[in-house]
């Protein structure tokens, strides 16, 4: 029989349970009691809903106070030396005080997870190393389970990718991978402790075996899993993201007892899985979208679990192609979508409805389940011919770009000739990028218009007053370069979707981004254009306020598609070159408008990256294109800047550049400038502004500790091409926090002028 299995579930809960209940323990509203409590009655609740769904094969593990890579770094024991964790268990404020700070330790830096929105927090490694068991969550959670008739597979993270994804902070450790030998042992003793408790199977998620490109990393699997495949539990590797390509033959090699593939970012791999894999592997199918919103064709997935199914009787599983975490959780909870639309979305719990049919139409026939299947059938025929997909006017522009609105009229050098003239800025000019606190006040005023409670004069008054406030502040800061400060904005994406023709949004439709902090990506269903100007009111106005310049805030294109949920009828490059030019027209009219400093934010072009090399440079130039189109229609005195958070950029430095940009800013601090390297060792022409203030810590950075970071990047970076600014916006932090920080930092770049 073929078993219906799932990787892992939001852990988020379908109210934002575990946020709310997060923030109150950070604010020392609740107990840690009634945190751990939550978390119980949250995996409780999990657990008995994917039972109900008719999932086989349930996950435990899953659930994570902030973060799965850092409960890992618990449970080894690998607690940086600054959190003073003396060994034993690792209590719940170390374990929120590596992912936060603490008064007396910077928290560990946080980066993205593969090609997703999710953050995770970044192993830190020393030559030193020392890996112990110090936590016993995984077999209390699996016990927890079994307490409530279930009996789960746990999963973690494998360490191979563990290594991986971490860092060496030693120049005597070269490769993290080198600490394979310590820390095998302890993976052995978790494994042995699942073995006790009477786990029958775990799954270890090792992503980066689809991605193993050098020997060493190869190699390293073949150590691990000699290892680990003797310790008594059958072992299912998952890797996601990727299909096994070359290493196919090294998975089948492994003495793991099953393999789970992605079927939906890898369909092709299939064959050669099928063929390569030893028939004593099972095998998980990962059919079911674990990153998209849309719904499953489901005769078109039965097709290929049929062919797999009669390929050679090998055991089969039918589950999401990853974790649902990457999924808002139930599409139920979308009372005022669109009816017709709605039919054609599936969230967390209706993609375990899907994976629970799949198993059984391929277990009992597809007659078995017709009814699901043919409303699945109509649900593909209605997205294909709706109308509501495609505008012929935006076909027509499209196909009527020209090479000239790709680049700018001159280049970078006669550019910032004009731009120091037109904006006269000091050494060492000072800006933030872009968000100041989105205070309680500014939610709920924004909660009360969107419920009707508010009229629009009402809450266009407050946001008013909001940004005068800002402005008032950072005029009092001596910042030099304003910001309106995005008081009008639920999130920097969401924003322009909700004006932007061709999106849809949730109301609910909430996935964990990092930590306590969760997103409602739009949803793209058809062709992308701006019925009207998106920003220039705000902007215009908080100009009108001062008589320093005002930047304007505008998110860029390939970040937009990014962190949408986006249509999978057309290549992604169409997309996203359809919202480069809404952009554009945006950027045109700030510029009308008198605005002369456009930031255009662009976080996220790194993580869209595709994982394997070899498509990197496809990837590169429609996305460069797209932010070059947006960008490229206004005059050489009008400055633009971008921006990127928590990015390594070593390896599309030179992308980077051809972006063009006159000013990009960039996150730094945490990694102490390290990413300065890469713009080094480039030459980067344009002006750098490297982040001196981590914001995404409730610690206040002192002028000392900017002064240190300023003067690291002038040992890399010419004194003219240097901004000085945080490393993000700072709309997740309190007005307490952001104004001693923006003084310290206005403090450190005076002290480098006069230096
Ligand atoms: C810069 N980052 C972003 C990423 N992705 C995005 N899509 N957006 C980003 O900004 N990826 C990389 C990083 C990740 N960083 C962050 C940082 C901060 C957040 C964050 O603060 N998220 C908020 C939700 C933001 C939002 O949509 N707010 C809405 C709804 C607010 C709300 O909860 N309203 C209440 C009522 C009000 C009240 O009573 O308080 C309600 O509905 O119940 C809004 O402002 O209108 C978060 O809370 O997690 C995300 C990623
Ligand atoms: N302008 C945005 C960028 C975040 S990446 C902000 O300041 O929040
Ligand atoms: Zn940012």
């Given at each position: 029989m073929i078993?219906?299995?799932?990787?892992?579930?939001?852990?988020i809960?379908?109210?934002?349970?575990?946020?709310?209940?997060?923030?109150?323990?950070?604010?020392?509203?609740?107990?840690?009691k009634d945190?751990?409590?939550?978390?119980?009655?949250?995996?409780?609740h999990?657990?008995?809903?994917?039972?109900?769904k008719?999932?086989?094969?349930?996950?435990c593990?899953?659930?994570?106070?902030?973060?799965?890579i850092?409960d890992?770094t618990?449970?080894?024991?690998?607690?940086?030396?600054?959190?003073?964790?003396?060994?034993?268990h690792?209590?719940?404020?170390?374990?929120?005080?590596?992912?936060?700070?603490?008064k007396s330790?910077?928290?560990?830096?946080m980066?993205?997870w593969?090609d997703?929105?999710?953050?995770?927090i970044?192993?830190e490694?020393?030559a030193?190393?020392r890996?112990?068991?110090?936590?016993?969550?995984?077999?209390?959670?699996?016990?927890?389970a079994?307490?409530?008739g279930?009996?789960?597979?746990?999963v973690i993270?494998?360490?191979?990718?563990?290594?991986?994804?971490?860092?060496s902070?030693?120049?005597?450790?070269g490769?993290?991978?080198?600490?394979l030998?310590?820390?095998?042992?302890v993976y052995a003793d978790?494994l042995?402790?699942?073995v006790?408790?009477g786990?029958?199977?775990?799954q270890?998620?090792?992503?980066?075996?689809?991605?193993a490109?050098?020997?060493?990393?190869?190699?390293?699997?073949?150590?691990?899993?000699?290892?680990l495949?003797?310790?008594?539990?059958k072992?299912?590797?998952?890797t996601?993201f990727?299909?096994?390509?070359?290493?196919?033959?090294?998975?089948?090699?492994?003495?793991v007892?099953?393999?789970?593939?992605?079927?939906?970012?890898?369909?092709?791999?299939?064959?050669?899985?099928?063929?390569?894999?030893?028939?004593?592997?099972?095998l998980s199918l990962?059919?079911?979208?674990?990153?998209?919103?849309?719904?499953?064709?489901?005769?078109k997935?039965?097709?290929?679990?049929?062919?797999?199914?009669?390929?050679?009787?090998?055991?089969l599983?039918v589950?999401?192609?990853?974790s649902?975490i990457?999924s808002?959780?139930?599409?139920?909870?979308?009372?005022?979508?669109?009816?017709?639309?709605?039919?054609?979305?599936?969230f967390?719990t209706q993609?375990?409805?899907?994976v629970?049919?799949?198993?059984r139409a391929?277990?009992?026939?597809?007659?078995?389940v017709?009814?699901?299947f043919?409303?699945?059938?109509?649900?593909?025929?209605?997205?294909?011919?709706?109308?509501?997909i495609?505008?012929?006017?935006?076909?027509?522009?499209m196909?009527?770009?020209?090479?000239?609105?790709?680049?700018r009229a001159?280049?970078?050098?006669?550019?910032?000739?004009?731009?120091?003239?037109?904006?006269?800025?000091?050494?060492?000019p000072?800006?933030?990028?872009?968000s100041?606190p989105?205070?309680?006040?500014v939610?709920?005023?924004?909660?009360?218009f969107?419920?009707?409670d508010?009229?629009?004069?009402a809450?266009?008054?407050?946001?008013e007053a909001?940004?005068?406030?800002?402005?008032r502040?950072?005029?009092a800061?001596?910042?030099?370069?304003?910001?309106?400060?995005?008081?009008e904005?639920?999130d920097?994406?969401?924003?322009?979707?909700?004006?932007l023709?061709?999106?849809?949004?949730?109301?609910s439709?909430?996935?964990?981004?990092?930590?306590?902090?969760y997103?409602?990506?739009?949803?793209?269903?058809?062709d992308?254009?701006?019925?009207?100007?998106?920003?220039?009111?705000?902007?215009?106005?908080a100009?009108?306020l001062?008589?320093k310049?005002?930047?304007?805030?505008?998110?860029?294109?390939?970040?937009i598609?990014?962190?949408s949920?986006?249509?999978?009828?057309?290549?992604r490059?169409?997309?996203c070159?359809?919202?480069?030019?809404?952009?554009?027209?945006?950027?045109?009219?700030l510029?009308?408008?008198?605005?002369?400093?456009?930031?255009?934010?662009?976080?996220a072009?790194?993580?869209?990256?595709?994982l394997?090399?070899?498509?990197?440079?496809?990837?590169?130039?429609?996305?460069?294109?797209?932010?070059?189109?947006?960008?490229?229609?206004?005059?050489?005195?009008?400055?633009?800047?971008?921006?990127?958070?928590?990015?390594?950029?070593?390896d599309i430095?030179?992308?980077?550049a051809?972006?063009?940009?006159?000013v990009?800013?960039?996150?730094?601090s945490?990694?102490?400038?390290e990413l300065?390297?890469?713009?080094?060792?480039?030459?980067?022409?344009?002006?750098?502004?490297?982040?001196?203030?981590?914001?995404h810590?409730?610690?206040?950075?002192?002028?000392?500790e900017m002064?240190?970071?300023?003067?690291k990047a002038?040992?890399?970076?010419?004194?003219?091409?240097i901004?000085?600014?945080?490393?993000?916006?700072l709309?997740?932090r309190?007005?307490?926090?952001?104004?001693?920080?923006?003084?310290?930092?206005?403090?450190?770049?005076?002290d480098?002028?006069s230096?």
């Amino acid at each position: 029989m073929i078993q219906s299995a799932n990787l892992g579930f939001p852990r988020i809960g379908a109210a934002r349970d575990l946020k709310k209940a997060l923030e109150a323990y950070w604010r020392q509203e609740i107990s840690p009691k009634d945190l751990i409590s939550t978390g119980k009655t949250l995996r409780a609740h999990h657990w008995q809903l994917q039972q109900s769904k008719g999932v086989d094969v349930i996950p435990c593990g899953d659930f994570s106070f902030y973060d799965q890579i850092l409960d890992m770094t618990a449970t080894l024991g690998a607690v940086p030396a600054r959190f003073g964790h003396t060994g034993g268990h690792v209590s719940l404020d170390t374990y929120f005080a590596m992912a936060r700070g603490s008064k007396s330790a910077p928290a560990m830096e946080m980066t993205k997870w593969f090609d997703t929105n999710y953050h995770y927090i970044v192993p830190e490694f020393t030559a030193d190393q020392r890996f112990s068991l110090s936590s016993t969550r995984l077999v209390d959670e699996y016990k927890e389970a079994l307490a409530q008739g279930i009996h789960t597979r746990p999963v973690i993270i494998g360490p191979v990718t563990y290594l991986t994804l971490g860092k060496s902070k030693d120049a005597a450790l070269g490769d993290p991978l080198d600490l394979l030998d310590r820390i095998l042992p302890v993976y052995a003793d978790l494994l042995q402790s699942l073995v006790d408790a009477g786990a029958d199977w775990v799954q270890i998620d090792e992503p980066v075996l689809a991605l193993a490109e050098t020997d060493k990393q190869r190699q390293a699997f073949e150590q691990a899993y000699a290892r680990l495949g003797k310790c008594g539990l059958k072992i299912l590797l998952a890797t996601y993201f990727e299909g096994l390509g070359d290493n196919t033959a090294l998975a089948s090699r492994l003495p793991v007892h099953g393999l789970h593939i992605d079927l939906v970012r890898a369909p092709d791999q299939l064959p050669a899985c099928l063929s390569v894999i030893s028939k004593d592997k099972l095998l998980s199918l990962g059919l079911v979208d674990g990153r998209n919103i849309w719904r499953t064709d489901l005769d078109k997935a039965l097709a290929v679990l049929a062919k797999a199914a009669a390929f050679d009787g090998r055991a089969l599983q039918v589950a999401p192609s990853c974790s649902l975490i990457h999924s808002p959780v139930d599409l139920e909870n979308e009372t005022k979508l669109d009816p017709e639309l709605k039919s054609w979305l599936a969230f967390a719990t209706q993609k375990l409805e899907e994976v629970s049919l799949l198993t059984r139409a391929a277990n009992h026939g597809r007659d078995h389940v017709a009814s699901a299947f043919d409303d699945s059938a109509a649900a593909a025929e209605s997205r294909r011919t709706s109308a509501r997909i495609h505008n012929p006017l935006v076909d027509d522009r499209m196909q009527n770009t020209l090479p000239s609105d790709f680049r700018r009229a001159s280049k970078y050098e006669t550019r910032r000739a004009a731009q120091r003239a037109a904006l006269d800025l000091p050494l060492y000019p000072t800006t933030t990028i872009g968000s100041f606190p989105q205070t309680k006040e500014v939610r709920q005023a924004r909660a009360a218009f969107k419920r009707g409670d508010l009229t629009a004069k009402a809450y266009d008054a407050f946001l008013e007053a909001e940004t005068r406030e800002a402005v008032r502040r950072q005029e009092a800061l001596g910042l030099d370069v304003l910001v309106h400060g995005e008081f009008e904005r639920n999130d920097m994406v969401e924003y322009f979707g909700e004006q932007l023709a061709g999106f849809a949004f949730t109301k609910s439709g909430w996935v964990q981004s990092y930590g306590s902090r969760y997103v409602k990506p739009p949803i793209i269903y058809g062709d992308v254009s701006r019925p009207e100007p998106m920003t220039v009111k705000w902007s215009a106005y908080a100009q009108s306020l001062t008589q320093k310049p005002m930047k304007g805030m505008l998110t860029g294109p390939v970040t937009i598609l990014q962190w949408s949920f986006v249509r999978d009828d057309q290549p992604r490059s169409e997309t996203c070159e359809q919202i480069a030019l809404a952009i554009r027209d945006e950027v045109t009219d700030l510029e009308a408008a008198g605005i002369r400093l456009i930031q255009i934010d662009e976080p996220a072009l790194r993580e869209g990256l595709p994982l394997r090399k070899a498509d990197h440079a496809g990837y590169l130039e429609w996305a460069v294109n797209c932010f070059r189109l947006a960008s490229s229609s206004v005059a050489d005195t009008t400055q633009i800047h971008t921006h990127m958070c928590y990015s390594e950029f070593n390896d599309i430095i030179a992308d980077v550049a051809s972006l063009d940009a006159d000013v990009i800013s960039i996150e730094t601090s945490r990694s102490d400038m390290e990413l300065l390297a890469a713009f080094e060792e480039f030459a980067y022409p344009n002006e750098i502004g490297p982040g001196v203030y981590d914001i995404h810590s409730p610690r206040t950075p002192d002028k000392a500790e900017m002064t240190a970071l300023l003067r690291k990047a002038t040992e890399r970076l010419a004194p003219d091409q240097i901004w000085v600014n945080p490393d993000c916006g700072l709309k997740t932090r309190s007005w307490a926090e952001v104004t001693p920080a923006l003084e310290n930092m206005v403090a450190a770049a005076r002290d480098a002028r006069s230096a």
